[in-house]
C-alpha cells in the first residue's frame, strides 16, 4: 500500500495538493464571513457610530490609468523635479544611466557566462580559468553599477518628497489655510495623513514605477535589437505583440486598485486620527475612565481599516495569479515558441555550421529570449505599481486641489437650505477696510461654515479706547464674531473696518503653548530673532511681563527641574508642564509683549484668581490695548465702557455701560 502511495507524491501533485487547500481555506472562510456579518457580535465594535469631519463621498473613490491620471501626475512631478537643469533631473540621468550600465552588465554576462560553459563542455582548462579570472574581475564594477542604481532610487524619491512636501506645507500653512481646510471645508479630514504619509508613498511609488518600466523597456530595445539582427524579426515581434494584448488585458482587470488605494489611505488616516485623538485628550479621557468606550471606538476604526485591507488582499491575490501566469509563464511558453522558429526553418543563416555552434547559437539566443520574456514580464507587472500611483496621485492631488480652492477662498461644504432664499451674500462677498484704531461693524451678517445665519446684520463702532463686553448665551455667536474679525470665516456682505492683522491680537478659550523655550512661550508667534530685530524688548524686559501676571518665579522653578537649558532657554513641553492657570496667565504676558491696538480675550481668563485678573485688565488699560472681552464674570463689567449683547435668537444689543445697566455674569 505504502509503495502504491509514494508513486503519487511527486512535486506535481503535492504543490496541486497545495493550491486545493488554499482554494477550500480561502471559500471557507468567506462563507464564514458572511456568517459573521449577520451576527453583531463578531466585533465589540459593530455598535459605534462616529463620524470623522470629511464629508462621505457621493460615489466610490475612482482612480484610474487613464489620461486625468497622467495630467495629474505631469503636474506633480513638475514640483517634484522643477526643471531639466535642476539637481533632481540630474538624477533621472543618473538613474537612467545606472540602468544602461546594468542592462549592459547583463548582457555581457550572459555572453562571458556562455563562453565559461563552452569551455567547460570542451574541456579546455586554460581558457575556462582565463576567462573565469576575467568574469571575476568584473564582478566589483558590476557591485558598484548596482548600488548606484539604488542610491540614485532612494536620493531621487528623497528629492521629490521634499520639494512635494515643501511646496503643499507652503501652502497649508499660507494665511490660514490649515485652519480653512478642518474648519471651513470638508473635503478633506486627515490632512495629516495626505500630507506624510500619502506624499512619501507616492514619491516611493514613482521612483520604484521609473525603475520598473525603464529598467525592462531598456532591457526589451536591447534585446529586441540583438535579437532581430541576428534571428530576424518574426521572434521579437511575436513578444512584442504579446506584451501589448497581455499588458492591456491585465491592466484592464488591475482597474479597481487605485481606488482601493485611495480607500486604504483614508482608512489609515481616520485610525490614525481616532490614535491623535486619544493622545490629545489623554487626561480627560483618564478621569472619565472612558478606557473601554475609547477602545470600542479605536476598534471599530481599525476594523473598518481591517476590512478593507482584506478584500484588497484578496483582490490582490486574484490579480497576483492571473499576473503570474499572463506575465511569467505565458511569457516564457511565447518565448520559447519565438525562439525556436529559426530552428525549425530548413535555410535560416543561423542553422549553418556544425551542431555544436548550432547550441552555441540556440543558448546565446535563447538565453536573450529568456531574458527578453522577463522583461517584458516585469513590464507587464509594472502596470500593477501603475495602477497603485493612480491611488497615491489621486490621493496627493486631491490635497492638492483643496489647497488651491481655499487659498482662492473656494469652499465646499453642504450648506444647510434655509440662507438661500435670504439676501445675505455670499462667502468672502463682503469687504474688510483696514484702519488703524478702530473696529467696525458694517451690516455684516454673522453666518457660520455651514450657512447657519447667527444674525442677520450687525453693526456697531469701537474706537481705540473703548473696551466692550460682549455677552449671551452659549452657542449666540460671541467667538464666531471673533472668528470674522480675525479672518478666518469669511465675510459674507458688509463691510469690516479694523486695523491690520499684526494688531490685533486674539487670546482663545484654550491656551496655547508651543513647541520651544520658555522664551518662546511669551513671544509667540516671534522668534528669538524676531524679537530681537524688534528691539524694544530684552530678557529682563520679559521677566517684568512675568512679574506683571504673577509667574516670575517660573524661571527658576523650571530651571531646576528641567535639564534642557536654562532660564529663559529652558525646553519643555509647555502644554503639559503648565498647570491651566499658569497657561492662561502666559497668554495674557504674551498679549503684554505683543502690545497690539486691539486685543479679543475669548473667556481666556476663566482659571485665573479675580485680583490677579484685575491687575491684568488694569495694565492693559495702560499700555493702551482695546479690549473686546467674552466672559461670564460681573467682576470684569468695570474695566468696560460698552458692552455688545447677542440674545443667540438673531437680535442684539450695542450700549454704553451706564451706572444703571443691569450686570449678568457670576
Ligand atoms: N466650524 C463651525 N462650523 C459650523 N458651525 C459652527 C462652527 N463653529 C461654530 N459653529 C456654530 O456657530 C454657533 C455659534 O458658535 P460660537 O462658537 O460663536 O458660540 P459662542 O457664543 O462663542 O458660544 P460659547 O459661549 O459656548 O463659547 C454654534 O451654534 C455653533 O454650532
Redesign the pocket.
Known amino acids: 500500500m505504502a509503495p502504491a502511495l509514494s508513486k503519487f507524491a511527486n512535486r506535481r501533485t503535492l504543490a496541486g495538493a497545495c493550491a486545493l487547500t488554499a482554494l477550500l481555506w480561502i471559500l471557507k472562510r468567506r462563507n464564514h464571513k458572511r456568517g459573521a456579518k449577520n451576527s453583531r457580535n463578531a466585533w465589540p465594535a459593530n455598535d459605534i457610530q462616529y463620524v470623522i469631519k470629511e464629508e462621505k463621498p457621493k460615489s466610490a473613490p475612482k482612480a484610474y490609468v487613464n489620461a486625468k491620471f497622467f495630467k495629474q501626475l505631469q503636474q506633480l512631478l513638475k514640483i517634484g523635479i522643477p526643471s531639466i537643469v535642476s539637481p533632481e533631473f540630474g538624477f533621472v540621468l543618473l538613474i537612467a544611466g545606472s540602468l544602461i550600465a546594468r542592462s549592459l552588465c547583463d548582457l555581457w554576462m550572459i555572453n562571458v557566462g556562455t563562453l565559461i560553459e563552452q569551455s567547460i563542455v570542451n574541456m579546455d582548462t586554460f581558457t575556462f580559468r582565463k576567462r573565469l579570472i576575467k568574469f571575476m574581475a568584473a564582478l566589483p564594477v558590476i557591485a558598484v553599477v548596482n548600488n548606484v542604481l539604488k542610491f540614485g532610487l532612494y536620493e531621487m524619491k528623497l528629492r521629490l518628497r521634499t520639494n512635494i512636501t515643501r511646496d503643499l506645507t507652503d501652502q497649508y500653512l499660507k494665511g490660514f489655510t490649515y485652519y480653512k481646510m478642518s ?2 471645508d470638508s473635503r478633506i479630514a486627515n490632512p495629516d495623513q495626505l500630507l506624510t504619509t500619502d506624499v512619501d508613498k507616492f514619491c516611493e511609488s514613482c521612483t520604484d514605477l521609473y525603475s520598473n518600466v525603464a529598467k525592462p523597456l531598456l532591457d526589451i530595445f536591447i534585446y529586441v535589437y540583438r535579437l532581430t539582427t541576428n534571428l530576424g524579426g518574426k521572434t521579437p515581434i511575436i513578444m512584442l505583440s504579446y506584451l501589448v494584448v497581455a499588458g492591456a488585458a491585465i491592466t484592464h482587470l488591475r482597474r479597481p486598485i487605485g481606488a482601493m488605494t485611495v480607500q486604504e489611505q483614508r482608512l489609515e488616516g481616520e485610525y490614525r486620527h481616532i490614535h491623535s485623538r486619544l493622545i490629545t485628550n489623554s487626561e480627560e479621557v483618564a478621569f472619565y475612565q472612558g478606557n473601554n468606550r475609547e477602545k470600542l471606538i479605536l476598534l471599530a476604526s481599525f476594523q473598518k481599516l481591517v476590512a478593507h485591507l482584506r478584500r484588497f488582499l484578496e483582490f490582490r491575490t486574484f490579480i497576483g495569479i492571473v499576473d503570474n501566469f499572463v506575465g511569467k509563464y505565458m511569457a516564457t511558453i511565447f518565448g520559447f515558441y519565438a525562439v525556436s522558429l529559426p530552428f525549425f526553418q530548413k535555410n535560416h543563416p543561423i542553422l549553418s555550421g556544425s551542431p555544436d555552434h548550432r547550441f552555441k547559437n540556440y543558448y546565446t539566443y535563447g538565453r536573450m529570449l529568456v531574458k527578453l520574456a522577463e522583461a517584458i514580464g516585469r513590464l507587464v507587472l509594472a502596470g500593477r505599481e501603475l495602477t497603485r500611483l493612480a491611488g497615491f496621485t489621486a490621493r496627493v492631488t486631491e490635497i492638492k486641489t483643496v489647497l488651491d480652492d481655499l487659498n482662492a477662498g473656494k469652499y465646499e461644504r453642504t450648506m444647510i437650505s434655509d440662507f438661500k432664499d435670504e439676501p445675505i451674500g455670499s462667502p468672502g462677498a463682503g469687504r474688510i477696510v483696514n484702519r488703524d484704531n478702530v473696529i467696525t461693524f458694517d451690516r455684516v451678517p454673522l453666518v ?3 450657512g ?1 445665519i ?1 444674525i442677520r446684520e450687525l453693526s456697531f463702532e469701537v474706537k481705540s479706547g473703548m473696551n466692550v463686553l460682549v455677552c ?10 471673533f ?1 470674522i474679525l480675525g479672518e478666518l470665516w469669511p465675510v459674507w456682505s458688509g463691510t469690516v473696518t479694523k486695523p491690520p492683522r499684526g494688531k490685533l491680537f486674539y487670546i482663545p ?1 484654550r491656551p496655547y503653548m508651543t513647541l520651544g523655550t520658555l522664551r518662546d512661550q511669551v513671544i509667540y508667534p516671534h522668534t528669538k530673532a524676531e524679537m530681537a530685530r524688534r528691539g524694544r524688548t530684552t530678557d529682563e524686559d520679559l521677566k517684568k511681563l512675568l512679574d506683571l501676571v504673577q509667574l516670575g518665579h517660573l524661571l527658576e522653578r523650571e530651571s531646576l527641574t528641567n535639564t534642557e537649558g536654562q532660564g529663559w532657554d529652558v525646553v519643555a513641553d509647555w502644554m503639559d508642564v503648565l498647570s491651566g492657570g499658569e497657561k492662561q496667565r502666559i497668554a495674557m504676558a504674551r498679549l503684554f509683549y505683543h502690545k497690539p491696538q486691539f486685543a479679543i480675550l ?2 481666556c481668563t476663566s482659571a485665573v484668581s479675580v485680583d490677579v485678573e484685575d491687575s491684568m485688565y488694569s495694565y492693559c488699560r495702560q499700555a493702551n490695548i482695546t479690549l473686546f472681552t ?1 466672559s461670564h464674570r460681573r467682576s470684569l463689567w468695570k474695566h468696560h465702557e460698552y458692552y455688545l449683547q ?1 440674545d ?1 435668537r438673531g437680535n442684539y444689543e450695542f450700549k454704553p455701560i451706564e451706572p444703571d445697566t443691569e450686570e449678568f455674569g457670576s
Open positions: 474648519n471651513l457660520t461654515p455651514n447657519d447667527l449671551g448665551p452659549n452657542g449666540c455667536g460671541k467667538s464666531s464674531l472668528r478659550q475669548d473667556e467674552v447677542m443667540g
